[in-house]
């Protein structure tokens, strides 16, 4: 019988509330299984997803309508970050079991969840630990975009709507004797505590042995030539972009993401590419969320460790953020806001996503066409632009995601019928950055305003795609040289006034891509 059939059982022999408490369910478990049917990794880990929260999470997530499997997911991720672990399966796999047991989850969740191999863990359960890690790094796979394009769509349920989870009692189930666990032999326990030792140091002395001979996937070649003044950036062995650095694709033979110092510093490949496309910086600067696919294609949204200069897929090629847009980080870098493509099952719309595991929730899916990237102006609260360049403000509510919500309009007191666009937050500025279109092109005046769009104000003309540096002092953006040649550009910000404009040289070849310099 399987662990989870077990703990139904014993749910069923002394109901729901024992697992209200964990020293509770650590005394019942002790009495309950039988000897060889956990072991200790299984019974702490168990044991801190009551303590720790990690159930509770989970049931008012199902509460709220989300999907289990996505629900469990979030829940381990959060279970895992909460014991100091970077394994959100095995934590993934104890809230399914607990849910299982009281008849919230179903058990193809469950095995969905299973660890493919559960380490010994003999240590007791842990007080909460440190803050939250970015997940374990793998090589960037080849991008194989799927078709598909993002659109308007009609408005049919979310996937909370059709999978909602519906509390349900366990099946009825015959009180089983109580069975008492016997003492484990302490011979067995020094045992299987020597070899995983061994294990241990074996696998450690590998990973010393290999240490110098391993190259990262995603490491650029180090082979400026005399008309590219790019270089390799990872022989630094950053662990975040420096503020002083602007994120850019430029679009050449290929396209890849250069950080050029806007100081005049020079250039350093960031990604190897060819098809590598509009990056977006987290709060603390050490990931980057980038896409991968041709112009025109639906696109892969990958995150990048600066530290290790590795990517992984964020989505896993599922679900309906498979093919997205350039995400805006939130505030504290706990979520994406993204506008997602949707797949065969979930509708094209604004999602929220965990940049960690991957687990994307609709926010709002009946809606007109989006444009651009949204940035986030507090906690709870995005600025997104439609097709029709419009500016709109959409609460999240991060404590209900299922909650309905109806985005409000935000226009110029004096000017109702301006065309607005690439809106971008600075926290530090304490202003929302956007352009505001007289004509068909995409270059425009540069305003700044409140983030309900009060006191409002042009700062400038003739720029596009402006964002804040780190700071909130500087702005960068594209404009039109004296040739007619778009170039990245950047100008100070002192006091409301933005200051002379001056092109940031050197820049690698090509044309110009939409750049990011703080987080957005």
């Not at 109702?416 to 068909?440: I, N, Y």
Request: with cysteine; charged share 25%; glycine share 10%.
């Amino acid at each position: 019988m399987a662990l989870h059939d077990s703990l139904r059982e014993l749910v069923a022999a002394r109901g729901a509330a024992v697992v209200d408490d964990a020293t509770e369910l650590r005394g019942a478990l002790d009495d309950f299984l039988g000897e060889d049917e956990a072991t200790i990794g299984e019974l702490n880990l168990l044991v801190d997803a009551v303590r720790l929260g990690g159930l509770d999470r989970l049931l008012t997530m199902l509460d709220n309508g989300a999907a289990p499997a996505a629900a469990v997911a979030e829940a381990g991720a959060a279970l895992a970050r909460d014991r100091g672990s970077d394994d959100s399966r095995r934590a993934s796999w104890a809230v399914a079991a607990l849910g299982f047991a009281l008849g919230r989850v179903e058990a193809a969740v469950v095995e969905r969840s299973l660890p493919t191999a559960a380490p010994v863990d003999p240590r007791p359960a842990t007080p909460p630990p440190p803050p939250p890690r970015p997940p374990t790094p793998r090589p960037s796979p080849e991008p194989d975009p799927g078709p598909g394009t993002v659109g308007s769509a009609e408005a049919v349920p979310t996937a909370f709507d059709r999978e909602r989870s519906v509390p349900a009692s366990p099946p009825p189930v015959p009180s089983p004797p109580v069975r008492r666990r016997k003492r484990r032999s302490v011979v067995l326990l020094a045992v299987s505590f020597a070899v995983v030792l061994g294990l241990v140091g074996g696998i450690g002395l590998a990973l010393w042995l290999e240490r110098d001979t391993t190259t990262n996937a995603n490491d650029p070649e180090d082979t400026p030539t005399a008309s590219d003044p790019t270089t390799d950036s990872t022989k630094e062995r950053l662990t975040a972009v420096p503020d002083g650095d602007i994120l850019v694709a430029y679009i050449g033979d290929d396209e890849r993401i250069d950080r050029v110092d806007a100081d005049g510093g020079g250039v350093k490949r960031l990604t190897k590419g060819p098809q590598d496309h509009l990056p977006s910086i987290s709060p603390d600067r050490t990931q980057v969320a980038y896409l991968v696919g041709a112009a025109g294609e639906p696109r892969i949204l990958m995150m990048l460790d600066v530290a290790t200069g590795q990517s992984e897929e964020v989505f896993d090629g599922e679900g309906p953020c498979a093919n997205s847009v350039r995400p805006g980080w939130s505030l504290d870098g706990a979520w994406l806001a993204l506008l997602c493509a949707g797949d065969e099952d979930e509708p094209a719309g604004i999602y929220l996503a965990n940049p960690v595991n991957g687990a994307a929730y609709a926010l709002m899916t009946d809606m007109p066409p989006l444009s651009g990237s949204p940035t986030w102006v507090d906690e709870n609260t995005i600025v997104y632009t439609q097709t029709d360049e419009t500016l709109w403000s959409l609460d999240i509510d991060l404590g209900n995601y299922r909650a309905e919500r109806a985005p409000s309009q935000l226009t110029i007191t004096d000017m109702p019928d301006a065309r607005l666009s690439h809106p971008d937050w600075s926290e530090q500025a304490g202003k929302l950055l956007f352009v505001v279109h007289p004509d068909d092109t995409e270059f425009g005046e540069l305003w700044v305003a409140d983030k309900n769009l009060e006191n409002a104000e042009s700062i400038g003309e003739g720029y596009a795609h402006p964002v804040w540096s780190p700071s909130g002092d500087a702005v960068a953006f594209t404009m039109k040289d004296d040739d007619g040649v778009e170039v990245l550009a950047t100008a100070p910000y002192v006091n409301g006034e933005l200051g002379p404009a001056t092109d940031v040289k050197p820049v690698p070849d090509g044309e110009v891509g939409i750049p990011v310099w703080g987080s957005r």
